[in-house]
């Protein structure tokens, strides 16, 4: 074989100090500073941009993850680090014994046993032809991105997929593992939501309450019923409160378990789900909020607000604006009639009539 038994002594040590901490400021290139750190100063030379790396579906399950180049090279590439474990990619050499040929490749490997591996005398990545050394078959899938944020979503989509299928079989901690990863990867590709300037701000929002819900039913399963209310809350600030959405039973259940009525539990969640991702203050956060709410329902405070519409009926038809995005005003019910202009969320319009197509 052209691999060695183990990773070099030497690349071990080198990894030992080198720090697994997401980097960023407010000046230089975030890929960059995510890859080598506020502290890199590019010693060894010009270097090519950063390659992020997803693994998945390999027979060892430490190897999947998402790899983002360490502080540290090894011959003339970035080493690899999984975010999730101890699993590393690195480029490695074999000298023939008959020959004295260098012949290099990849190995993807743990704690210095090499798990995967490819021959290649190129130094990118290959995508293709892994072979399996002492891991588990099948070899693994590894898709590679050019930024952070593309790696991270790809990763959020094949995570929560994987906690959907633990979910089918029941197997509640992997659910909980695989839901976990999913949330981390999907806060990594767009960490200011829809105030992201990207396309897809409304499926990323639908994504996370889906996936938040999934975490929420891992979590009645393992008992944990504080910490299912907790995501079930969250879950809800990312749809629209007329929207159903899993999270919303999940979120009365774990009342019920927690000693609230019925009634009190689905006031709790419908106060949650009138609130909106802006109004969202992150996870732990939620916490205190969610703990005074809890309390106030076991003691069957919580009231339902009726609204009183007061509107004039003048025989138009009225709507409230709850996605302004797509809300534009047109002089005719004609989409090629003349734009007259655009309304903010929850502003009220009125029309004549509803079109068949909308």
Same mark, same amino acid.
């Given at each position: 074989?052209?691999?060695?038994?183990?990773?070099?002594?030497?690349?071990?040590?080198?990894?030992?100090?080198?720090?697994?901490?997401?980097?960023?400021?407010?000046?230089?290139?975030?890929?960059?500073?995510?890859?080598?750190?506020? @502290?890199?100063?590019?010693?060894?030379?010009?270097?090519?941009?950063?390659?992020?790396?997803?693994?998945?579906?390999?027979?060892?399950?430490?190897?999947?993850?998402?790899?983002?180049?360490? +502080?540290?090279?090894?011959?003339?590439?970035?080493? *690899?680090?999984?975010?999730?474990?101890?699993?590393?990619?690195?480029?490695?050499?074999?000298?023939?014994?008959?020959?004295? /040929?260098?012949?290099?490749?990849?190995?993807?490997?743990?704690?210095? !046993?090499?798990? *995967?591996?490819?021959?290649?005398?190129?130094?990118?990545?290959?995508?293709?032809?892994?072979?399996?050394?002492?891991?588990? +078959?099948?070899?693994?899938?590894?898709?590679?991105?050019?930024?952070?944020?593309?790696?991270?979503?790809?990763?959020?989509? *094949?995570?929560?997929?994987? $906690?959907?299928? $633990?979910?089918?079989?029941?197997?509640?901690?992997?659910?909980?593992?695989? $839901?976990?990863?999913?949330?981390?990867?999907?806060?990594?590709?767009?960490?200011?939501?829809?105030?992201? =300037?990207?396309?897809?701000?409304? /499926?990323?929002?639908?994504?996370?309450?889906?996936?938040?819900?999934?975490?929420?039913?891992?979590?009645?399963?393992?008992?944990? *019923?504080?910490?299912?209310?907790?995501?079930?809350?969250?879950?809800?600030?990312?749809?629209?409160?007329?929207?159903?959405?899993?999270?919303?039973? !999940?979120?009365?259940?774990?009342?019920?378990?927690? @000693?609230?009525?019925?009634?009190?539990?689905?006031?709790?969640? /419908?106060?949650?789900?009138?609130?909106?991702?802006?109004?969202?203050?992150? &996870?732990?956060?939620?916490?205190?909020? =969610?703990?005074?709410?809890? /309390?106030?329902?076991?003691?069957?405070?919580?009231?339902?607000? =009726?609204?009183?519409?007061?509107?004039?009926?003048?025989?138009?038809?009225?709507?409230?604006?709850?996605?302004? +995005?797509?809300?534009?005003?047109?002089?005719?019910?004609?989409?090629?009639?003349?734009?007259?202009?655009?309304?903010?969320?929850?502003?009220? &319009?009125?029309?004549?009539?509803?079109?068949?197509? @909308?």
């Amino acid at each position: 074989s052209w691999l060695r038994p183990s990773l070099s002594a030497s690349l071990q040590q080198l990894l030992a100090s080198a720090p697994m901490d997401d980097c960023s400021g407010p000046r230089g290139n975030l890929d960059f500073r995510v890859a080598h750190g506020n @502290g890199w100063n590019n010693k060894g030379g010009a270097v090519n941009p950063p390659t992020f790396v997803v693994v998945r579906n390999a027979g060892t399950g430490e190897a999947d993850g998402v790899y983002k180049p360490g +502080e540290r090279r090894w011959l003339d590439h970035d080493v *690899y680090q999984n975010r999730y474990g101890d699993c590393i990619i690195s480029r490695e050499v074999q000298k023939s014994p008959k020959t004295g /040929e260098l012949k290099h490749g990849f190995v993807l490997g743990k704690d210095g !046993r090499p798990l *995967y591996g490819v021959k290649t005398e190129r130094l990118a990545l290959p995508l293709k032809n892994w072979k399996v050394f002492q891991g588990h +078959e099948p070899a693994p899938e590894i898709l590679t991105f050019s930024n952070w944020s593309d790696a991270c979503q790809h990763a959020a989509w *094949y995570f929560a997929q994987e $906690a959907e299928n $633990a979910a089918k079989g029941g197997h509640w901690k992997v659910v909980l593992m695989m $839901a976990d990863r999913a949330f981390d990867c999907h806060t990594n590709a767009r960490p200011k939501g829809r105030g992201d =300037v990207r396309q897809g701000g409304s /499926e990323w929002s639908e994504q996370l309450c889906d996936l938040l819900g999934t975490r929420a039913d891992a979590l009645l399963h393992l008992g944990q *019923y504080k910490r299912a209310l907790v995501d079930a809350c969250a879950a809800v600030h990312f749809v629209a409160a007329f929207d159903w959405s899993k999270a919303r039973t !999940r979120g009365i259940t774990a009342c019920l378990n927690l @000693g609230v009525e019925e009634p009190q539990a689905k006031l709790l969640i /419908e106060d949650m789900a009138k609130r909106s991702d802006r109004d969202f203050p992150g &996870v732990k956060a939620l916490e205190g909020v =969610v703990e005074l709410m809890l /309390e106030r329902a076991k003691q069957g405070q919580l009231k339902e607000v =009726v609204l009183v519409d007061e509107t004039p009926d003048d025989g138009r038809l009225y709507f409230r604006v709850v996605d302004p +995005e797509d809300c534009q005003l047109h002089a005719a019910p004609d989409w090629s009639s003349r734009c007259l202009g655009r309304r903010d969320f929850n502003d009220i &319009v009125r029309g004549a009539q509803i079109l068949k197509n @909308g």
